[in-house]
Structures are given as structure tokens and as C-alpha cells.
């Protein structure tokens, strides 16, 4: 079974510093990861994804995520933070192997951003 | 938001009502998807389509039904029999890769 978590409800971090903001997961098999950004009364909008070949991937607004198979994780960083980047975020993975497309999503982190 | 539209924004049901949300994509995407979203809370997927005339329920699929008869169009009702559906409704759309979200409707049983 597919599983993702985010082990950190909320991130504090000062505007201008670096934020991680955390994900692990569980699959069968190889996977496709994502992170999703989701703003006030919004619909989630995607930032980035991993599907195979360089472990780093970079993506919208400044974000990049590294993938570590070893450690089942895909954490979500930015060198310097910006107050509008608070918003909240969502890691999913998908199974590779898996013939239905569906996605699971993690529980969500509030990254809050202070000036 | 891309190319999903969600109609209305807002929706206002009085108890033992049925209400349908409405979802378009004009991406072309095969598959789409509606999940519901609680303060605080994570998403949770409600229904999901593959391909048109077939689709399959999610984790908390009670008190929902969905129709898929184009391509680009994946309504959701909400039927009476669901117990609390006070929530935010999100709908999506992908290929074999990242989905696509509408920006949602959010409905209050009054």
C-alpha cells in the first residue's frame, strides 16, 4: 500500500532563511513523487515532481526537492524564504507500477513565513 | 488553476438536499478526480474517473455519486444520505503524471 507522511504540521521560518519542509513515503514499488502548494480558498497547484533520473529536481517559485531512495524521503527546500511563500503544502506519491493513476496526499505542513 | 474549472464557488444546501458540483478540463486528460478537503485536514479522494463511462470510489466515497459521460466533464453530487458534507471540494484532472486542480467549490449545509 501507498503512504505518505509529513511529519511536521506547521514550519516557522524567517524571511530570508532556508526552509526544508519534510516528506516520507511508502511504496511497493519505484516512485513518483510531487509537491503541491495549496493558498487560502485555492485549488492546489503543483510545484514539482520527481520520476526518475537526477535526484535533485528543481522546480516553480524557487523550490527544489531532493529524492533519497535510501531514506524514503523527498523534502522540499528553498535557500531563502519569502513571506509569500507561507501557504500551505502537500507531498504525494504515486506507485509506478500501479495501472490506476490516483495519487495519495500527504496531511499537509503550514509553512508560515515571519518578516 | 490551469484549464479546470469548478462551478459554483460557493454553495449553500439546506439539510436533506441533493447538490451537484460541477467540473470541466479542456487539458484533455483522461483521468479525473474529486477529493474533499476538511479544516485542517489533508485531501481525501471521494471518486475517480480513468476514462469516460467508468469510474471507481476513493476512501469515503458513502453519500456521493459522479457520472462520466464526456470526457471533459466530471460532476459530483452530493446526496442527502452524506451525514456532514460542510467542506471544500476540490476536483482534478491528469495524464499519467501530475494532477490538475480546479479551485474548488465550497459548500455549507445549512
Known amino acids: 500500500a501507498q503512504s505518505v507522511a509529513q511529519p511536521e504540521d506547521q514550519v516557522n521560518v524567517a524571511e530570508g532563511n532556508p526552509l526544508t519542509v519534510k516528506c516520507t513515503y511508502s511504496v511497493s514499488g519505484n516512485p513518483y513523487l510531487f509537491w503541491y502548494v495549496q493558498y487560502p480558498n485555492r485549488g492546489l497547484q503543483f510545484l514539482l515532481k520527481?520520476?526518475?533520473?537526477?535526484?535533485l529536481v528543481k522546480g516553480s517559485y524557487g523550490f527544489e526537492a531532493e529524492f533519497n531512495k535510501s531514506q524514503t524521503s523527498f523534502h522540499l527546500k528553498k535557500p531563502s524564504a519569502l513571506v509569500s511563500d507561507s501557504a500551505l503544502y502537500f507531498c504525494a506519491v504515486r506507485d509506478k507500477r500501479s495501472s490506476a493513476s490516483k495519487i495519495i496526499f500527504g496531511s499537509g505542513t503550514r509553512l508560515s513565513i515571519r518578516p | 488553476d490551469g484549464g479546470i474549472t469548478q462551478s459554483p464557488k460557493y454553495l449553500f444546501r439546506k439539510e436533506g438536499q441533493n447538490v451537484t458540483l460541477s467540473c470541466e478540463q479542456n487539458?484533455?486528460?483522461?483521468?479525473m478526480y474529486w477529493y474533499r478537503q476538511d479544516p485542517g485536514q489533508g485531501l481525501r479522494l471521494i471518486y475517480y474517473s480513468q476514462i469516460v463511462n467508468d469510474f471507481q470510489k476513493g476512501d469515503i466515497a458513502e453519500g456521493y455519486s459522479v457520472s462520466r459521460e464526456k470526457k471533459e466533464s466530471f460532476p459530483l453530487t452530493v446526496t442527502s444520505a452524506q451525514k456532514n458534507p460542510t467542506a471544500f471540494y476540490l476536483c482534478?484532472?491528469?495524464?499519467?503524471?501530475?494532477?490538475?486542480f480546479g479551485p474548488g467549490t465550497r459548500l455549507t449545509v445549512l
Open positions: 520527481y520520476i526518475t533520473g537526477d535526484n
Open positions: 482534478a484532472s491528469s495524464t499519467r503524471g501530475e494532477q490538475f
Open positions: 487539458l484533455n486528460h483522461d483521468a
